[in-house]
């Protein structure tokens, strides 16, 4: 079986038990992104079962980019899945899963040894504003922050106030303004797939 066709088969599996992957259009996008940017360290906050990571990992590799991944996942089945989708595509070497609670595992992370060109955000969506506090702090001066499903189903934009997800909706709506707001960030929001939000850091303008 070629790459292509296990890479084709992580997408199918995921799809059929449900589990949130990239879509297609958000992950041409940030592929654009890291082109542009050939980052050498992305630290990815969500693994599931580590498409996305090994998607980045590719691309980079296509333009003879060297990165070095690390991305953490707290569910155990998809945190073991990823690791034998990750060894099957023969990215251990690029690729680093964590197992652990992301919002325990960030603040424990020094910034001083520690730094990222870019930081891609695809986990607990009422997590966000934890998620973006670190990621500020452990980006690279002009590194960006990446985060997906920004726009949760169309909630975000709309009037919805309905108990479900309220919790969700509103702190993805405070990060949505936090990232306007902040002088540090220079935020789009891209309208393509869940929604991407897209966040150049420069920690000199303050």
Do not use: W
């Not at 934890?130 to 590194?143: P, Y």
């Amino acid at each position: 079986m070629t790459k292509q066709e296990i890479l084709s088969n992580i997408k199918d599996e995921a799809l059929n038990n449900k589990i949130p992957i990239l879509q297609d259009d958000s992950l041409e996008a940030i592929k654009m992104i890291l082109r542009i940017s050939k980052p050498k360290k992305i630290l990815e906050i969500g693994t599931a079962v580590g498409y996305s990571a090994i998607h980045f990992i590719k691309c980079l590799e296509e333009i003879n980019v060297q990165c070095k991944l690390k991305t953490i996942e707290i569910n155990e089945v998809n945190y073991n899945k990823a690791l034998k989708n990750i060894q099957d595509m023969e990215l251990n070497s690029s690729i680093e899963v964590i197992k652990a609670d992301a919002r325990e595992y960030l603040i424990n992370i020094d910034e001083k040894k520690e730094q990222y060109d870019i930081i891609f955000i695809d986990a607990a969506k009422g997590q966000y504003l934890i998620f973006l506090e670190n990621a500020i702090r452990l980006v690279k001066n002009g590194g960006i922050i990446i985060a997906d499903n920004v726009l949760f189903k169309g909630m975000v934009l709309s009037d919805y106030n309905e108990h479900k997800n309220r919790t969700a909706v509103n702190r993805l709506r405070k990060y949505l303004s936090i990232i306007n707001d902040d002088k540090r960030l220079k935020s789009t929001l891209l309208n393509i797939g869940d929604g991407l939000a897209i966040s150049i850091v420069n920690k000199n303008d303050i």
